[in-house]
């Protein structure tokens, strides 16, 4: 049985005491919402705060809201919450769909925006007990100099496996952080970083309050696929989302795709306003994105699936939400 460490458990009632709670203990406090990630690392030892500081009381975490022309999401609301949401669905149908497909029921549940778009990187060299990770030396995201993926000791390429990321930065979505000195809005884009150690911008003392995700021009239209191994549970392997918006004739005005789940950070497939802008969004379109996306990707051993065959699929889902939009009035399925 795996246990967790002892740790001091904290319930602030406001922000402002959860902020100060994260700065009076920096260095040794982590925040928790769900738990669903946390709990576990902490049982593999990959964590070990002496406090953890919970955000379930947190009202000003909480809400879901159009104001200002934004959709404004609490960082608390539940994944299944925000997969149901009548405001989600009409406004950002494919972070619904990514927040849908995330784990299974229970762990949505349980399971936040905020902790989804906070989550730890993942390798197949990281997420195992400690016993099994000392056998082999460590590795450099945790105790160890050197990465068992890329042999060499300089960078960790642990992926970043959360799925309403893409979905967001596909959005133009944006995110508050704040902590007990200041606050500051940060583009999802902009989030995350290429270290699979720490892979966001993110400081510890700060907590991730709100997503604000602009309200769709018209002509919008999105798409989010997933590929795993057990489609009721599974992190994936490899996850994809699109948003275009289409003008008169069906043609493409702005195209934008995002593929993730490779390395630390979600990856914008590039040139793509340029191969598309002003052209029909047919079958041979479709083929060249996806062709452009499948140069772009390049899966790591990070996973424990074949890359060759995690990169074969990368063309096979951009392909998918591509066609499902294909003379698609709105968004794709939801
Ligand atoms: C079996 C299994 C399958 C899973 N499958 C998937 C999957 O398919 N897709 C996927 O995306 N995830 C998956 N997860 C991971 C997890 O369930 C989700 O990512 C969930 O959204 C995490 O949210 P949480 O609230 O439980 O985060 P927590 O576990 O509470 O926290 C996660 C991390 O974020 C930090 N954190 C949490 N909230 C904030 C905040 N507001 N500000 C700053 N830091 C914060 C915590 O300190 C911690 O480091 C899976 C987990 C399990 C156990
Ligand atoms: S990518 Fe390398 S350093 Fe990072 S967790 Fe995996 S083995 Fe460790």
């Not at 149901?84 to 299974?104: D, E, F, I, N, T």
């Not at 300089?154 to 967001?168: E, G």
């Amino acid at each position: 049985m795996l246990r967790l460490p002892e740790f001091r458990h904290h319930h602030p009632a406001s922000l402002a005491d959860a902020l100060a709670l994260l700065r009076t203990h920096a260095g040794d406090v982590l925040p928790i919402a769900g738990g669903t990630d946390l709990v576990p690392n902490m049982k593999h030892r990959l964590f070990t705060p002496g406090h953890i500081v919970s955000l379930k009381q947190l009202d000003e975490l909480r809400g879901v809201a159009v104001t200002g022309g934004e959709l404004v999401i609490g960082a608390a609301e539940t994944l299944a919450h925000l997969a149901a949401h009548p405001l989600v669905r009409r406004h950002a149908p494919s972070l619904a769909r990514a927040a849908g497909l995330v784990a299974g029921p229970q762990l949505r549940a349980m399971g936040t925006i905020g902790g989804n778009l906070c989550l730890d990187t993942r390798c197949t060299y990281y997420n195992q007990t400690h016993f099994w990770r000392q056998a082999l030396g460590f590795c450099l995201k945790k105790d160890g100099d050197v990465c068992h993926v890329t042999k060499t000791g300089r960078k960790c390429v642990a992926a970043n496996s959360a799925d309403t990321p893409p979905a967001l930065i596909s959005l133009g979505a944006s995110v508050e952080l704040e902590s007990a000195e200041d606050s500051r809005h940060v583009k999802v884009a902009d989030l995350f970083i290429a270290d699979g150690v720490w892979n966001t911008v993110r400081r510890p003392d700060e907590l991730l309050t709100r997503v604000r995700v602009p309200l769709s021009p018209p002509g919008r239209r999105t798409a989010f696929e997933k590929l795993r191994q057990r489609n009721a549970i599974d992190f994936p392997l490899l996850n994809v989302a699109v948003a275009a918006t289409i003008g008169e004739g069906e043609r493409v005005e702005s195209l934008t795709v995002v593929v993730s789940a490779l390395g630390a950070r979600p990856r914008i497939v590039s040139g793509l306003d340029d191969l598309a802008a002003g052209r029909p969004l047919d079958a041979g379109l479709v083929d060249e994105v996806a062709e452009r996306a499948f140069q772009q990707c390049h899966p790591l051993t990070n996973i424990i699936v074949d890359p060759d065959w995690r990169r074969a699929m990368v063309p096979v889902h951009v392909r998918r939400a591509l066609s499902a939009m294909v003379g698609s009035p709105r968004s794709a399925r939801t």
